[in-house]
Nanobody, 121 residues
Framework: QVQLVESGGGLVQAGGSLRLSCAAS????????MGWYRQAPGKQRELVAT???????NYADSVKGRFTISRDNAKMTVNLQMNSLKPGDTAVYYC???????????????WGQGTQVTVSS
């Protein structure tokens, strides 16, 4: 069993900052790619940022220069530093990870429950 738990969401004024964290737990052998996605009401879930096992990052155009994704392999966490937040960033943010658990050969994608980020204007 794998569990991903997000934390750090909340209410912030436009121009402010938040740092999201997602911790993985369970009978995990290894974690490959990790990422953050978000979903606003009435919209599809969209990619925010990803980071590969090698540390290569990718960002949505809308957050480039403002958000930074990082990971701590020892703690099995992925973080998202969000600066210069805009009202358009308001959404539920989900973390995801490609995880291989014990006694399995393949990686499978797991999702957290999400954390609400609200940016006031």
């Amino acid at each position: 069993q794998v569990q991903l738990v997000e934390s750090g969401g909340g209410l912030v004024q436009a121009g402010g900052s938040l740092r999201l964290s997602c911790a993985a737990s369970g009978s995990i052998l290894s974690i490959n790619d990790m990422g953050w996605y978000r979903q606003a009401p009435g919209k599809q879930r969209e990619l925010v940022a990803t980071i590969t096992g090698d540390g290569s990052t990718n960002y949505a155009d809308s957050v480039k220069g403002r958000f930074t994704i990082s990971r701590d392999n020892a703690k099995m966490t992925v973080n998202l530093q969000m600066n210069s937040l805009k009202p358009g960033d308001t959404a539920v943010y989900y973390c995801a990870a490609m995880v291989r658990i014990v006694q399995q050969w393949d990686f499978y994608n797991y999702w957290g429950q999400g954390t609400q980020v609200t940016v006031s204007s």
